[in-house]
């Protein structure tokens, strides 16, 4: 079997729809296992709506257009209408209840915004049964997805394979199961995170033990840099799901960085592909590259990026220093990406999130801090780079050229990654430069 992921374009409209339909057709001999996300658009209307019904105000309108999308791709696609209108009257009544105590912890948050996937998985489910395949639409929480109970990044629970694999023995048909949400073992919807689908299709696809687990987009695959960004940028064709999880995690949108977590463990290929495109073969993320297939790979970048310098009070005791900044990050949850230290200093970057205040507010009972938001971060990741000689000369060469300053750099760290650190409106540039240094010549 296969596992087919369809994104939120990929079921944005009937139109789209209808192509997924006929890919999913095409490959009815492979035993596809689909999963969905949300209508295109719609986990963000979602959270939109928890803070007008917050605010008081208005969300009854907003609400209205979402049950018209819904009621009119159902229309268009000739199935019916009214196959949603239990789900949206659920919905109506949560908003209903946010509105009236003015209070949506994380854990109501989870369940309003269940509802973009729990819609789109039985409109696409209708659909294919229109086109006269045999298909059921499924929550994941009722296919064994059983996650802990941290709101908006959810986990699978370590048995979560046994549990799936008994829940999907019953199954028949194309099963269309909704991404990013599942449920904790007091049964209240959990979500996994956003862009969390990639990762429930792999969850799946692990579980159910899937030949490949495919990543349907609307671009060509994977590129060695933002289309957006560089203008040559161009599709790869194979990537070690290091990479992939380097490139994900450090900025390139096409693929949840969880994703290669449940894929790893059991050796199951990823493809990335196209749906205005079926044809073509995307990019393939496995486990052991060829020799012909190491080297650069992609150049990525993320803005709003923060570095926080923490200057130790005295010069003694560096171990214990490192171990208190340590522990201040664990029990905030402060995710920390690039860091350098010295002697009586250690400088790292985070994202800036609701966490990281607090830390830096007790960083500083110990030591000195000084923070900085707004820089940009760039990373170009590829197997073996790390022992390419001339490689990181070659890199800094095209700043030097750019006249770019770098504040923080981490190479070697991992065989896969150099990452630096740039000033505010920079990494655009400096991911051009790259490019042309690294692809174009
Ligand atoms: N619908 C969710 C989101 O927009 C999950 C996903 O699309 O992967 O984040
Ligand atoms: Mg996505």
């Not at 991404?179 to 692990?206: K, V």
């Not at 350098?340 to 985070?350: G, K, M």
């Amino acid at each position: 079997m296969i596992v087919l992921k369809f994104g939120g374009t990929s079921v944005g409209n009937s139109t789209a729809i209808r192509r997924v339909g006929i890919i999913i057709k095409a490959r009815l001999e492979r035993a596809p296992f689909v999963v969905v996300s949300a209508v295109g658009g719609v986990t963000d209307r979602l959270f939109e709506l928890r803070d007008l019904s917050l605010q008081g105000q208005l969300w009854e309108e907003s609400l209205e257009r979402l049950c018209g999308l819904h009621r009119e791709i159902l229309a268009e696609l000739e199935v019916d209408v009214q196959l949603v209108d239990g789900l949206l009257a659920e919905l109506k009544t949560l908003l209903e209840e946010i509105a009236a105590t003015g209070e949506c912890d994380g854990r109501a948050l989870d369940h309003l915004v269940s509802f973009g996937e729990r819609m789109s998985a039985r409109i696409l489910a209708a659909h294919l049964q229109a086109e006269g395949i045999d298909s059921i639409a499924v929550d994941a929480f009722d296919a064994g997805l059983v996650t802990d109970g941290r709101p908006q990044r959810a986990r699978p629970l370590a048995d979560v394979n046994s549990r799936i694999q008994e829940a999907c023995k019953t199954l028949e048909g194309v099963v269309v199961a909704t991404g990013y949400i599942a449920r904790d073992e007091e049964g209240n919807i959990t979500t996994l995170g956003r862009g969390g689908s990639d990762y429930t299709a792999s969850i799946f696809g692990a579980a159910l033990g899937a030949e490949e687990i495919q990543i349907w987009t609307d671009v060509d695959g994977v590129m060695t840099a933002d289309p957006r960004i560089v203008e040559k940028a161009s599709p790869l064709d194979t990537l070690s799901f290091e990479e992939a999880a380097e490139l994900a995690f450090y900025g390139a949108r096409v693929i949840h960085p969880a994703t290669m977590i449940p894929a790893v463990a059991q050796d199951i290929p990823i493809r990335v592909l196209n749906t205005h495109r079926p044809d073509f073969p995307g990019t393939l993320i496995l486990g052991d590259l060829k020799e012909a297939d190491r080297g650069v790979k992609s150049i990525t970048s993320k803005s709003h990026v923060s570095v926080v310098n923490i200057v130790a009070p005295r010069m003694l005791d560096q171990y214990g220093f490192l171990a208190q900044v340590a522990n201040v990050f664990s029990r905030f949850e402060v995710v920390v990406d690039i860091i350098a230290t010295s002697e009586v200093s250690i400088a790292f970057t985070t994202q800036r999130g609701e966490s990281l205040d607090p830390a830096i507010a007790e960083l500083r009972e110990f030591s000195r801090v000084e923070v900085y938001h707004d820089r940009e971060q760039v990373s170009v990741v590829g197997e073996d780079i790390r022992d390419r000689i001339g490689f990181a000369s070659e890199v800094f060469e095209v700043l030097g050229n750019l006249n770019v300053n770098i504040e923080l750099i981490s190479f070697g760290a991992t065989r896969i990654n150099l990452s630096f650190l740039v000033g505010k409106g920079q990494a655009g540039d400096v991911v051009r430069g790259l490019h042309e240094r690294l692809f174009e010549q």
